[in-house]
């Protein structure tokens, strides 16, 4: 579990600084200096292009991570793993590209009148949807190989590094809006090469490709596992919009800014979690491949207990600390301060699953998470309906943590029952416990400079929490993972 902690530690640190990066960029840069439809335009571009290329690679971000066990021999370059992933990717290109032909006039007639700037530039929808096949696939191969750091770095990091150093020349240079979006889009395509020559340069680019090796039940299950999971895929981006969509039906759009900017917030505590799931995906497909019931118990049990101690500590940072949320946002956000809190509780709800969504998805019952993922559609639906008339935007964020306690607590049981693994465990319990007295204490400080009353409340908060969290040793891991890199610190002073 190091090793995982180590990545995940290094991922999320990498997540954090480009989400700080992508802040600057989107949230202030942007809107500052590029005309509203030249936002859009890169955006539409973007989500075309992020859909297509998932539906090229054909699922290949699940199907790579949990066959590669059964593909897995260095010496044959794994059995042609990353060739048949590339083949079917081809085959998913081609059949792109004829429906993009085919649709591309109607698309430009469809939008020539209202968006202009995105009809003119529709055709980079096209090579971006390529290069992000690619980075789907590189990605997928390299978190299969235990190296899950690299695609954040590049994508997280680095990628939005050099979308902000593009914008400030820009800025400095003032050339054209199409020469900025040929070269934004061109950053994307310079990530992948860069992935490309990461793999070749580490001699992990195997281009054999073994025929013999792919048998009839090898390829269906493969088939069955990527369609599913890019079913899977569609319908958690079509979850993750229907409160925004029902919120514009009910309130209005005005209030969907609102409540978008203050669930932004909350999805801060999600990416440990994404990270952890990302580092400890491969090490599941192996547990299950090899039919290890007891390692996938323990990797689950451990996931949820990191996963769990970390959002406690994000999400009581964050709520603790709402006056200065507030205080850096407009006046009239004030409206939404319990989508900070609901939002808040239904992330940290995810994270007591631990893997059991992994584990899932790459067991014999992965065709079952799409109907998870239906029931949860329809059950976001049925709260919003009724919860957004009776208390507006936190009926909405209410209606994401009822939502999702339901979903977890149904999919968590059925694991459960299926396969005997129950992600919860006492350590739990003491968190949550030292967690409560911990913001008691810390709620009691009150200073009236809100930037001085930031530090003071989160330094007593961490300190209360750390103290008897380290002390008793109630995250082995984190125990290890503090001790082991002061070690390292004072070995190089």
């Given at each position: 579990m190091s090793e995982i902690s180590r990545?995940?530690?290094?991922?999320?640190?990498?997540?954090?600084l480009g989400t700080i990066i992508g802040f600057i960029t989107v949230g202030y840069i942007f809107p500052r200096y590029l005309l509203p439809e030249e936002i859009?335009?890169?955006?539409?571009?973007?989500?075309?292009?992020?859909?297509?290329?998932?539906?090229?690679?054909?699922?290949?971000?699940?199907?790579?991570?949990?066959?590669?066990?059964?593909?897995?021999?260095?010496?044959?370059?794994?059995?042609?793993l990353l060739t048949t992933s590339m083949?079917?990717?081809?085959?998913?290109?081609?059949?792109?590209?004829?429906?993009?032909?085919?649709?591309?006039?109607?698309?430009?007639e469809r939008n020539q009148e209202k968006s202009p700037l995105f009809s003119e530039y529709l055709n980079l929808i096209y090579p971006t949807t390529i290069a992000l096949t690619l980075f789907i696939i590189f990605d997928a191969f390299y978190i299969a190989i235990k190296r899950s750091t690299t695609g954040i770095f590049l994508r997280d990091f680095f990628q939005r590094s050099l979308i902000l150093l593009l914008i400030l020349v820009y800025l400095v240079y003032q050339f054209k809006i199409g020469l900025l979006i040929y070269l934004y889009f061109g950053i994307l395509w310079l990530v992948s090469l860069i992935y490309l020559i990461r793999i070749y340069s580490t001699n992990r680019l195997y281009f054999k490709?073994?025929?013999?090796?792919?048998?009839?039940?090898?390829?269906?299950?493969?088939?069955?596992?990527?369609?599913?999971?890019?079913?899977?895929?569609?319908?958690?981006?079509?979850?993750?919009?229907?409160?925004?969509?029902?919120i514009n039906e009910f309130i209005g759009e005005a209030m969907v800014g609102i409540y978008a900017t203050l669930f932004y917030y909350s999805s801060l505590i999600r990416i440990p979690t994404i990270n952890i799931n990302r580092a400890v995906s491969?090490?599941?497909?192996?547990?299950?491949?090899?039919?290890?019931?007891?390692?996938?118990?323990?990797?689950?049990?451990?996931?949820a207990l990191n996963q769990f101690l970390i959002g406690v500590v994000l999400f009581c940072g964050i709520w603790i600390n709402r006056s200065f949320v507030f205080h850096i946002l407009p006046d009239s956000y004030i409206i939404g301060e319990y989508v900070l809190l609901y939002a808040g509780l239904a992330?940290?709800?995810?994270?007591?699953?631990?893997?059991?969504?992994?584990?899932?998805?790459?067991?014999?019952?992965?065709?079952?998470?799409?109907?998870?993922?239906?029931?949860?559609?329809m059950i976001i639906v049925v709260f919003n309906y009724f919860l957004i008339p009776l208390y507006g935007l936190s009926g909405a964020a209410m209606a994401t943590a009822l939502s999702a306690l339901?979903?977890?607590?149904?999919?968590?049981?059925?694991?459960?029952?299926?396969?005997?693994?129950?992600?919860?465990?006492?350590?739990?319990?003491?968190?949550?416990?030292?967690?409560?007295v911990a913001f008691g204490i810390a709620s009691m400080f009150q200073i009236n400079n809100v930037y001085i009353d930031f530090l003071c409340r989160s330094t007593i908060f961490l300190g209360l929490f750390a103290l008897p969290v380290l002390y008793f040793k109630i995250s082995p891991d984190l125990n290890y993972f503090i001790l082991n890199n002061w070690n390292k610190l004072k070995r190089k002073l």
């Open positions: 990545q995940s530690f290094k991922s999320s640190i990498y997540s954090y859009g335009v890169i955006k539409l571009i973007r989500d075309y292009a992020n859909i297509a290329g998932y539906l090229v690679a054909f699922g290949a971000g699940t199907t790579i991570i949990r066959f590669f066990p059964q593909f897995q021999n260095e010496k044959n370059g794994h059995n042609g083949s079917l990717a081809i085959i998913g290109l081609i059949v792109f590209s004829i429906l993009f032909i085919l649709g591309q006039e109607w698309l430009i490709q073994r025929f013999s090796f792919l048998n009839k039940k090898l390829v269906y299950s493969m088939s069955s596992v990527g369609a599913f999971s890019i079913l899977n895929q569609l319908g958690a981006n079509l979850a993750q919009r229907l409160d925004i969509i029902m491969s090490h599941i497909s192996q547990s299950v491949h090899d039919a290890d019931s007891n390692k996938l118990s323990e990797l689950n049990k451990k996931t992330e940290v709800l995810r994270t007591l699953t631990g893997s059991t969504n992994t584990i899932l998805a790459y067991s014999k019952y992965y065709r079952h998470n799409f109907l998870f993922m239906i029931g949860y559609a339901v979903l977890h607590i149904s999919k968590t049981s059925y694991v459960y029952i299926r396969l005997k693994m129950n992600p919860l465990s006492l350590p739990m319990l003491w968190i949550a416990l030292i967690a409560i």
